[in-house]
T-cell receptor
């Protein structure tokens, strides 16, 4: 099966950099994605890592190490609007395309 | 980017009634859609994979006779919560993968969700 672990909460200051970690165990690996979800809203796609290394998209970066079963999401130049829940998700077995989500990390950005 | 819509955005119903939720991909064809349920302050839990033209695949522990899924066309999947009870109150979200995304990314687009409250 699949299991993912994330810290439940992270707090940071506006303008700072914050890292949200995700460790996972899967039977077969088909990629790991990060999603952002504001209260009451739908998850929105942030980034995807299929291979080891760093992917950068604007203020967001995501890193993957398949050998360690580890990923992190890095948010730079934090803004108040970045306060949200962040989920890592792995694609399910047999490359079906379905996503298995971690429990999510609530990021609170303070002024 | 690709857009997925859901209808209704919220619904309140009496216990014992059935509720149908629609999920549409607006600018792409989705042979596969996914249905998730999310309770307050919790993660998204995959309920089932909706396959166009065939039966849905349900995750372990999800009652297929209670949560009926129909994927009648390449742009529409429906989830019907039958004989709803208060414990079924939740946020139901669908998603679909844009087949145009290619292999270097894995973008799934989520609908805005449907908040179901069963009295």
């Amino acid at each position: 099966g699949q299991s993912l672990e994330q810290p439940s909460e992270v707090t940071a200051v506006e303008g700072a950099i914050v890292q949200i970690n995700c460790t996972y165990q899967t039977s077969g690996f088909y990629g790991l994605s990060w999603y952002q979800q504001h209260d009451g809203g739908a998850p929105t796609f942030l980034s995807y890592n299929g291979l080891d290394g760093l992917e950068e998209t604007g203020r967001f970066s995501s890193f993957l190490s398949r050998s360690k079963g580890y990923s992190y999401l890095l948010l730079k130049e934090l803004q108040m609007k970045d306060s949200a829940s962040y989920f890592c998700a792995v694609r399910g077995p047999s490359n079906t395309g379905k996503l298995i989500f971690g429990q999510g990390t609530t990021l609170q950005v303070k002024p | 980017g690709a857009v997925v819509s859901q209808h209704p955005s919220w619904v309140i119903c009496k216990s014992g009634t059935s509720v149908k939720i629609e999920c549409r991909s607006l600018d792409f064809q989705a042979t596969t859609m996914f249905w998730y349920r999310q309770f307050p302050k919790q993660s998204l839990m995959l309920m089932a994979t909706s396959n166009e033209g065939s039966k849905a695949t349900y995750e372990q522990g999800v009652e297929k006779d209670k949560f009926l899924i129909n994927h009648a066309s390449l742009t529409l999947s429906t989830l019907t919560v039958t004989s709803a009870h208060p414990e079924d109150s939740s946020f139901y979200i669908c998603s679909a993968r844009d087949p145009r995304s290619g292999t270097t990314t894995d973008t799934q687009y989520f609908g805005p969700g449907t908040r179901l409250t069963v009295l």
